[in-house]
């Protein structure tokens, strides 16, 4: 056994040594469920870790920056803390003010780890940002737009990876079978009460299916019980960011008009019910990352027009993932700029282990000399001036 697949393994095993108190602390912020899944997920990609250094890893040593995102703690702790500690001399990583004072806790349950390669700086992104610009590499998970204003402030010759979200869009298709489309669907827009960035905003249903489709969907999203985060099992829990709440509860208000099923909203504790709402035309239908348990719902009738949907400027700029149903029109493995999932959610896809993203520019990027590069992202396979060429894209509808 040699160091990595060592530390790799030890790591491993000690996130499973403390798994009931990192649930604990997790269920503070996610449901117990989604918690569970994260720490799968995290000890996966730790075991991955020899495979995906032998498959990737460019050049090694320097310091690594990363913007810890506000959920998935646990994971991303694991995904851009240990492991660019495998092949990096140095790993920052500064927490979200959403969820610093977990993150904190996180890194105090987890600090004595053997060889923990991570430094928690907790200073303002000003002071981090000085700290970034002697980084072999920058990872940024937050807003686009805050994006922006970090990459001006670092050397252009230091890369950032640009993290984002992207709607996730489900297509159910003529010949899709409607209860695994509705089961798929609910489960993952309701993955963590829709707090997670892989959650699908939409859904566009062939006009053959829809009605069927639409009234599935209201019958499942009204059984799904209000429960406390660390109830397990498929609940709606309060939210836990405030301005998500915000922002869902008054998406909800604008369009009450168009509303399919639930529609409760309890502001004092956060409380948003599965809702469903229907809009009427496709090309015209672009939700914002709702991060709720909100799922909107549209329908087409031939295939083109769901791929000039997904080609259209908006979709493009954040085209990340699509899950294809029973449409046979829709086969490439990239569509518009989003990474066809074929009949599966984008969840059941993502691995830690390999590239993240799809191809549009505010999903997943590479900005380094004032250029811009879109493509799914693994800080492995990026390390260093000069990354590994992409691994060609095997669609996952075809295997």
């Known amino acids: 056994m040699d160091e990595i697949e060592f530390l790799c393994a030890t790591w491993a095993d000690r996130l499973l040594d403390r798994s009931e108190d990192l649930l604990r602390l997790l269920t503070s912020v996610a449901t117990r469920d989604s918690a569970v899944a994260e720490l799968d997920s995290a000890v996966n990609t730790l075991r991955g870790g020899r495979r995906e250094l032998e498959r990737f890893a460019g050049h090694t040593g320097g310091r690594v920056c990363t913007f810890l995102p506000s959920n998935n703690v646990l994971y991303s702790y694991v995904l851009f803390g240990l492991m660019p500690g495998l092949w990096s001399d140095e790993v920052l ?14 890194h105090e349950l987890l600090k004595d780890v053997p060889h923990n390669p991570v430094s928690l700086v907790d200073v303002s992104q000003r002071q981090f940002v000085a700290l970034c610009r002697q980084a072999q590499m920058v990872v940024f998970t937050g807003r686009y737009e805050n994006l922006q204003d970090i990459r001006n402030a670092i050397p252009a010759d230091i890369p950032v990876l640009g993290l984002g979200s992207g709607p996730n869009p489900v297509v159910a298709g003529p010949y899709a079978d409607v209860s695994e489309v509705v089961r798929a669907t609910t489960e993952s827009r309701l993955f963590n009460g829709g707090q997670d960035c892989l959650c699908p905003d939409l859904l566009i249903a062939h006009s053959s299916l829809y009605p069927q489709i639409r009234e599935e969907l209201a019958a499942v999203f009204s059984t799904i019980p209000r429960a406390r985060r660390e109830q397990p099992g498929l609940i709606a829990p ?27 909203i309890d502001t004092p504790s956060r409380w948003l019910e599965p809702t469903v709402l229907e809009f009427p035309g496709l090309s015209e239908t672009h939700p914002p990352e709702l991060f709720s348990p909100v799922l909107c719902l549209t329908s087409y009738t031939e295939p083109y027009q769901v791929r000039a949907w997904l080609e259209s400027e908006t979709e493009t700029e954040r085209g990340m993932y ?26 059941d896809v993502e691995n830690g282990n390999q590239p993240f993203g799809g191809y549009g520019r505010r999903a997943s990027a590479r900005w380094q000399h004032g250029e811009v590069v879109a493509r799914p992202l693994l800080l492995s396979r990026e390390a260093g001036r000069h990354p590994a060429p992409e691994v060609p894209h095997t669609s996952v509808a075809a295997r």
């Open 322 to 347: 699509v899950s294809v149903y029973g449409e046979p029109g829709l086969p490439d493995p990239v569509l518009g700029t989003s990474v066809n999932c074929g009949p599966r959610t984008a969840f």
């Open 93 to 106: 990583v500064r927490p979200s003010a959403r969820t610093r004072d977990v993150v904190l806790r996180l």
């Open 238 to 264: 309060p939210l836990f960011y405030p301005d998500a709440f915000d922002a869902a509860a008054a998406f909800v208000e604008t369009h009450r008009d168009k509303l399919v099923s639930g529609g409760g």
